[in-house]
């Protein structure tokens, strides 16, 4: 099936993260498929409409971004509103943002009990050797992925991995490319 408009699948996906792991890069990359070597912290919760290409056509994805410096501050009511799923992502080259998920996630089950999740462990490009984090997905019970915003590895699947587990199907991420084929 083809589609020559975005979707809107309606799909809200809060992203949490310690300072710096890479969350708001992660969303810059789907946006503008561009990689911001600069650090620029973030402040509250931004919402970001993010498309993306898939065997199912294209989707569309609210991307909730939430400041880092929000982990020891009061979480509003908004950041939370209308919320399907999470990710949680840490960077595989700083341990402690991999400690760090614990209380994230204490605090985001507070509010959104029983939401799907995974977990991303960010910067693999600095970790080439295989992360040892794989275990956090039987420890946490969900799927797990090493990711690299830098170098593109594996970016797209979280998302599609949300997607398949809310529809209850498979989606997978395609190439632009092959959409601009069916254009032509
Ligand atoms: N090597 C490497 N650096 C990355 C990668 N992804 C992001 N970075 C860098 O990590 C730094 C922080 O990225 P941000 O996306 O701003 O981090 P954040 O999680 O949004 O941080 P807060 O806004 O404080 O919550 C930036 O300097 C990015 O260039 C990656 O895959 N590999
Ligand atoms: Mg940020």
């Keep these: ?7 809107n699948i309606s799909m809200s996906i809060l992203l949490v993260g310690d300072e710096a792991v890479g969350k708001t890069s992660f969303i810059h990359r789907h946006l ?13 919760c931004t919402t970001y409409q993010v498309p993306l290409y898939t ?6 994805f609210n991307l909730k971004d939430v400041a880092s410096m929000e982990k020891n ?3 509003l009511p908004g950041y939370f509103k209308d919320v399907d799923a999470v990710i949680y992502m840490f960077d595989v080259s700083k341990v402690g943002s991999y400690y760090g998920l614990k209380s994230w ?10 939401k799907p999740f ?12 295989g992360s040892d984090f794989y275990g956090v997905s039987k420890k946490w019970k969900c799927p ?31 190439p632009v490319s092959e959409f601009l084929a069916q254009l032509n």
């Design 105 to 114: 996630r204490e605090k985001v089950e507070e509010h959104l009990p029983g």
């Design 144 to 174: 797990y992925f090493d990711i690299s915003v830098k170098e593109l590895y594996t970016i797209f699947t979280p998302l599609t991995c949300l997607v398949s587990t809310l529809m209850r199907c498979k989606v997978e991420p395609r």
């Design 73 to 75: 501050g009061k979480f």
């Design 32 to 44: 503008v498929h561009q990689f911001e070597y600069k650090y620029n912290p973030s402040e509250g």
């Design 1 to 7: 099936m083809a589609y020559t408009e975005p979707q």
């Design 55 to 60: 065997n199912k056509g294209w989707m569309m």
């Design 118 to 129: 995974i977990v991303c462990g960010n910067k693999y490009d600095l970790q080439m050797t």
